[in-house]
């Protein structure tokens, strides 16, 4: 059996297990699947409208900075017994930013999901 996790810095509580990324043997293999796993990340954020004044942008991620260091919230999170890594504003952003700068032959190569099998298979070889 082979485990991987789908995040782009990988589990605080399973350091061994390797990321997607961490799977890809060449350049290119590595920014096609930082490409599919950024998704993960983005899909579990709380965001603001593009154009937000900075102003209101600093306001909320004050607010989400203090709530994510909460004992009260930690503790419910402890009781849920889910996995809490938040990543921080400006951590999301730059995400964002360089998902975005990805090059347009990489997104040409993640347009599909056999072109992605192909990128596993040949580093498969690698593995």
């Known amino acids: 059996m082979f485990c991987t996790n789908a995040r782009l810095n990988g589990i605080r509580d399973l350091p061994d297990v390797p990321t997607n990324v961490e799977l890809?043997?060449?350049?290119?293999?590595?920014?096609?699947?930082?490409?599919?796993?950024?998704?993960?990340?983005v899909g579990r954020s709380i965001v603001a409208p593009p154009g937000m004044p900075a102003d209101r942008v600093k306001v909320l991620r004050t607010a989400f900075?203090?709530?994510?260091?909460?004992?009260?919230?930690?503790?419910?999170?402890?009781?849920?017994?889910?996995?809490?890594?938040?990543?921080?504003?400006?951590e999301l952003?730059?995400?964002?930013?360089?998902?975005?700068?990805?090059?347009?032959?990489?997104?040409e190569r993640t347009g599909s999901h056999?072109?992605?099998?192909?990128?596993?298979?040949?580093?498969?070889?690698?593995?």
């Open 24 to 41: 890809g043997k060449t350049p290119e293999a590595r920014q096609i699947l930082a490409f599919y796993t950024s998704s993960a990340a």
């Open 65 to 90: 900075d203090a709530m994510v260091k909460d004992p009260e919230f930690l503790a419910e999170i402890e009781r849920a017994q889910q996995e809490f890594q938040p990543a921080s504003g400006e």
């Open 93 to 107: 952003q730059k995400l964002i930013q360089d998902t975005a700068s990805v090059p347009a032959e990489i997104v």
């Open 114 to 127: 056999s072109s992605l099998q192909v990128i596993l298979n040949d580093d498969a070889r690698a593995w």
